[in-house]
């Protein structure tokens, strides 16, 4: 990649989902994604597209692995990177979050990355700031930064994304990760089944064109991908499993439930794992396998991509929000 690369025109003012973008629109962001991977591996002094520009990371909930990729994304590209966690905000002395944004929006940042524990927060936020907004993660609703990342892991490895049979098992119910991922995996044409126990599976998924199995090696059989999902107990107000130790026996992926797979079936997670819980240490740690840590590096690239166009000289304002 040089200084004179040329972007490709992006759309959209903001990334708030997944749903409604288009398999060209995906596509480019995978694309501008894979430039950044190989540059990322490169050594020494590299360009800085967004020398100048800055980015504010205002996060509502905890997070260790989508904040410090953000950060680090942001930073690789040049830009000023700022942090807001809301323990140290004013949100604690009772402003409310649009104060907050609105506070932020007067200091002309050129990109916010939001996550907030409330679905639809990040798309209020959005429609009250002039700078693009990035969803880093909004209830139960999207992660589209996590869904493109996964993407970006399966092209690399198996060279496509449509004719695939995907798993996506465990927590569906509080997947803010799953719902991303079926409108992107569905859009560029993998077929999507999804594998939990009853209590965890929405009602009416089925409507998004998914399958749904409540016994594992059934949900596994000839899949070419499973993505395991961590357990959000966090987000649990009632039994949802009679216990953590019945959960892996019945829905914890092991060599034993692998085996339904197809042989060369890649393990992914979102992280962070509950190892024993939702996956046999011996499995995620088996690298002929799991890129559970591939998925790692490939969202610093995705981030480096959609902060450069969202924020970039390349960004383009839009009618309308994605």
Do not use: W
Not at 110 to 136: F, M, Q, W, Y
Not at 233 to 251: C, D, G, L, Q, V
């Amino acid at each position: 990649m040089t200084d004179g690369d040329s972007l490709s025109p992006f759309p959209h003012r903001h990334l708030l989902g997944i749903e409604g973008l288009t398999p060209p629109e995906i596509t480019l962001l995978l694309d501008r994604s894979e430039r950044f991977v190989e540059r990322n591996r490169q050594v020494g002094e590299k360009p800085a597209e967004l020398r100048g520009r800055t980015i504010i990371c205002l996060f509502f909930e905890a997070s260790t692995r989508t904040r410090t990729s953000f950060e680090l994304a942001g930073k690789r590209l040049g830009a000023d990177v700022i942090t807001m966690s809301v323990s140290a905000s004013s949100v604690r002395k009772g402003e409310t979050v649009l104060d907050t944004a609105m506070t932020l929006n007067a200091m002309h940042p050129d990109a916010l990355v939001v996550r907030h524990p409330e679905s639809g927060a990040v798309k209020l936020l959005s429609e009250k700031v002039t700078c693009a907004v990035i969803n880093g993660g909004d209830g139960s609703h999207e992660h589209p930064t996590q869904a493109l990342l996964d993407a970006l892991t399966i092209r690399r490895r198996v060279g496509r994304l449509e004719n695939l049979d995907v798993a996506i098992c465990g927590d569906i119910q509080h997947s803010r990760v799953a719902r991303s991922n079926i409108h992107l995996l569905s859009i560029m044409g993998a077929r999507v089944r999804l594998v939990a126990p009853r209590t965890l599976i929405p009602a009416e998924v089925e409507r998004l064109g998914v399958g749904v199995y409540h016994d594992m090696h059934e949900g596994l059989a000839g899949c070419d991908i499973i993505m395991m999902l961590r357990l959000q107990t966090e987000r649990m107000n009632a039994n949802f499993f009679p216990s953590k130790r019945e959960y892996f026996h019945f829905y914890g992926l092991d060599y034993e439930k692998l085996s339904r797979a197809n042989p060369e079936a890649l393990i992914m997670h979102p992280g962070p794992m509950n190892r024993g819980v939702e996956i046999d240490s011996v499995v995620a740690d088996d690298f002929s396998r799991s890129v559970i840590y591939e998925q790692v590096e490939m969202g610093v690239a995705v981030r480096m991509a959609c902060l450069e166009l969202m924020a970039g000289s390349g960004a383009q304002a839009a009618g309308r929000n994605i």
